[in-house]
């Protein structure tokens, strides 16, 4: 009973700061997130963009999909690695040391897609070594895979389920991604 009573209470309090926004379109803007001077902790501040259709921002420009404070987790639209290319090198990096945000093992998946691709996910900074390692090979003809629907996918798995390294948060990541007709 007493759950539901706290419950209740939280449900009715308003989420943000007094006089700031509590949402962004349709998503919610718990403190100590906030947009606007005065409404966040420091390294939290949010900016709700109006235009074409409406986004909401991290400070760094990165878009916003959800914050879930129970949870702990805010969801971010982050690249996807794509690429015709017969030869293509790419990389991209999790939230700077400084942030106070971390890449969640618990919520994502480290997936390579396609042919001829290795993909590491490598600690930034001052760490050595692999966090984790996809790679997908495939027949020579790429034409030939694609004619006979020859699709593959390699995978580290759900973050920590299959590789002991993935367990935890990692403050910095560095993911390095290879495709190349040589492999």
Not at 92 to 99: C, D, K, L, M
Not at 113 to 139: D, E, F, H, K, R
Not at 150 to 158: D, F, I, P
Request: glycine residues 10%; proline residues 7%; aromatic residues 10%.
């Amino acid at each position: 009973m007493f759950q539901l009573l706290v419950a209740a209470a939280l449900a009715a309090s308003p989420i943000a700061l007094p006089g700031c926004p509590e949402t962004c379109g349709d998503i919610a803007v718990p403190y100590p997130f906030g947009i606007g001077q005065g409404c966040f902790h420091e390294g939290f501040n949010l900016t709700c963009q109006k235009q074409h259709r409406t986004k909401l921002l991290l400070g760094d420009g990165t878009e916003v999909l959800g914050i879930s404070l129970p949870n702990g987790t805010v969801r971010i639209d982050s690249n996807v690695f794509q690429s015709a290319s017969a030869n293509f090198d790419g990389t991209w990096s999790g939230p700077p040391a400084t942030s106070p945000f971390t890449v969640s093992s618990r919520y994502n998946w480290f997936v390579a897609y396609g042919c001829n691709i290795v993909a590491q996910l490598i600690p930034y900074g001052t760490a050595v070594g692999n966090v984790s390692t996809c790679a997908s090979m495939c027949l020579d003809s790429v034409e030939y895979a694609k004619s006979h629907k020859v699709h593959h996918v390699a995978a580290a798995g759900r973050a920590g389920d299959e590789d002991p390294f993935m367990h935890g948060w990692f403050p910095t990541i560095y993911m390095e991604l290879t495709i190349d007709k040589r492999y």
